[in-house]
């Protein structure tokens, strides 16, 4: 069966400082791999996507990054933390475009800039 | 510009009874809607789905509808447990424009004992 992982699972960081999240899945090949952001009392915003290494598509303009090094790796990036950042970021992964669209979302990571 | 679009923020409900839980979209290229349950602090889990060519879809306790003519669909859960108490996600996607799911802003369900 397919698992995903997400790590940290909390992160506190200093506004200005990087910040690298890591998100792995497990039991699939080529996955399509996502990046959201719930902020406080919000809803799911979209803000990577990836249908294959190297391949990231932005959603919305903003402070973060993404990279896909590896076919199961999803990793997003900053290099200098806003406030604006904090909240709860969550990694999906969905099957080959087609077959189903349905997304299976990580634990998260609690963010807070300070 | 919210394509989907969850106007309760809340609901209350007695174990046992019914919830229903509502949401609307504007996109009409949306053909895939799901319905999500979030704890605090956990990924959303996937609770069920429709596809647009159909307007019920049933699996244990919960019951997604479809109203493609109104661009609204509802996640029934009966009988409503305590287990239950979360926040309620509804998604859509539009296949043409790539698996990208848009959600609502959620609903956040409290079943009393």
């Known amino acids: 069966s397919q698992t995903i992982h997400q790590w940290p699972a909390t992160l506190v960081q200093p506004v200005g400082s990087p910040l690298s999240l890591e998100c792995t899945v497990e039991?699939?090949?080529?996955?399509?791999l996502y990046w959201y952001r719930q902020a406080a009392g919000r809803g799911l915003q979209l803000l990577f996507y990836?249908?294959?290494?190297?391949?990231i598509s932005s959603e919305v303009p903003q402070n973060l990054s993404a990279s896909r090094p590896q076919d199961r790796q999803f990793i997003l990036s900053s290099k200098k933390l806003l406030l604006s950042d904090s909240g709860f970021y969550l990694c999906?992964?969905?099957?080959?475009?087609?077959?189903?669209?349905?997304?299976?979302f990580g634990p998260g990571t609690r963010l807070t800039v300070l | 510009d919210q394509q989907v679009k969850q106007n309760s923020p809340s609901l209350s409900v007695q174990e046992g009874r019914i919830s229903i839980l509502n949401c609307d979209y504007t996109n009409s290229m949306f053909d895939y809607f799901l319905w999500y349950k979030k704890y605090p602090a956990e990924g959303p889990t996937f609770l069920i789905s429709i596809s647009s060519i159909k307007d019920k879809n049933e699996d244990g306790r919960f019951t997604v509808f479809l109203n493609k003519s109104a661009k609204h669909l509802s996640l029934h859960i009966v009988p409503s447990q305590p287990g239950d108490s979360a926040v309620y996600f509804c998604a859509a996607s539009d296949k043409a424009a790539g698996n990208k799911l848009t959600f609502g802003g959620g609903t956040r369900v409290l079943v009393k004992p």
């Open positions: 990836s249908v294959g290494i190297g391949q």
């Open positions: 039991g699939t090949s080529n996955p399509n």
């Open positions: 999906a992964w969905s099957g080959l475009a087609g077959l189903t669209d349905t997304q299976y």
